[in-house]
T-cell receptor, first 112, second 114 residues
Framework: GNSVTQMEGPVTLSEEAFLTINCTYT??????LFWYVQYPGEGLQLLLK?????DKGSNKGFEATYRKETTSFHLEKGSVQVSDSAVYFC???????????FGTGTSLTVIP | EAGVVQSPRYKIIEKKQPVAFWCNPI?????LYWYRQNLGQGPELLIR????????DSQLPKDRFSAERLKGVDSTLKIQPAELGDSAVYLC????????????FGEGSRLTVL
């Protein structure tokens, strides 16, 4: 089957700290991988994506590399800001059927 | 370009009452999804439409939930009767077939059943 497992939160960091949120997946075939972010009071929005092995997605200083050998897609940022406080969801989709599978989300709070 | 629009944003009802949620996807997106998001959890698919056809409704509790997407554009999700456990955020999302798979979400409809 298809599933996504991400590290549980909540995560609290000081501003300018390094962030890693772990995500591993189980999938049949070759899925695409995504990180979505949900800011307080808003809907989910795409943060970054990778569609094949060894691809690196990046946006707003965040990066994640599609690692097929470890079935992982860990999210990283070198220096977090207070405005990065949000819930982050790892997700995969199968190219056939537009099916998406989400992790449970990791809440990040960045304090000044 | 307008995003995915959902209404109402908030709804409080008593158990056994009916409730309906409405979604207008991004223009031209033929795939529409309804998800349920419980507190502290990720979105869980309820139903997926390709145009007006429900192609995946295996997780929709059909005894009390129903959905429709007439004319392949707007969609309505209905719960009748609502139960306490239905309290959640109901998310609508849309995507364009043939894309690399990005979902566009609305802000969600938060349901509280008392």
């Amino acid at each position: 089957g298809n599933s996504v497992t991400q590290m549980e939160g909540p995560v609290t960091l000081s501003e300018e700290a390094f962030l890693t949120i772990n995500c591993t997946y189980t999938a049949t075939g070759y899925p695409s991988l995504f990180w979505y972010v949900q800011y307080p009071g808003e809907g989910l929005q795409l943060l970054l994506k990778a569609t094949k092995a060894d691809d690196k997605g990046s946006n707003k200083g965040f990066e994640a590399t599609y690692r097929k050998e470890t079935t992982s897609f860990h999210l990283e940022k070198g220096s977090v800001q207070v405005s990065d406080s949000a819930v982050y969801f790892c997700a995969l989709s199968q190219h056939t059927g537009n099916q998406f599978y989400f992790g449970t989300g990791t809440s990040l709070t960045v304090i000044p | 370009e307008a995003g995915v629009v959902q209404s109402p944003r908030y709804k409080i009802i008593e158990k056994k009452q009916p409730v309906a949620f409405w979604c207008n996807p991004i223009s031209g997106h033929n795939t529409l999804y309804w998800y349920r998001q419980n507190l502290g959890q990720g979105p869980e698919l309820l139903i997926r439409y390709e145009n007006e056809e429900a192609v995946d409704d295996s997780q929709l509790p059909k005894d009390r939930f129903s959905a429709e997407r007439l004319k392949g554009v707007d969609s309505t999700l209905k719960i009748q009767p609502a139960e306490l456990g239905d309290s959640a955020v109901y998310l609508c999302a849309s995507s364009s077939s043939g894309s690399t798979g990005e979902l566009f979400f609305g802000e969600g409809s938060r349901l509280t059943v008392l």
